[in-house]
């Protein structure tokens, strides 16, 4: 709403310093979550898997 009164438009807003700056930490700081998920669950279904093979 700020942004609407400064008469800014979409683009000049989204390029903006502080903008792009906050947006860039919010994409950074997901990488982590969404890449630990698989792992976190890679890891037990393969030790898993190994401890089936190993009672054989």
Sequence with gaps: MLFSVAERGLDDTLTSEMIATDLVRSLVGSIGPVASV????????VMASRSRRDER
């Design 38 to 45: 698989p792992l976190t669950t890679a890891l037990p279904i």
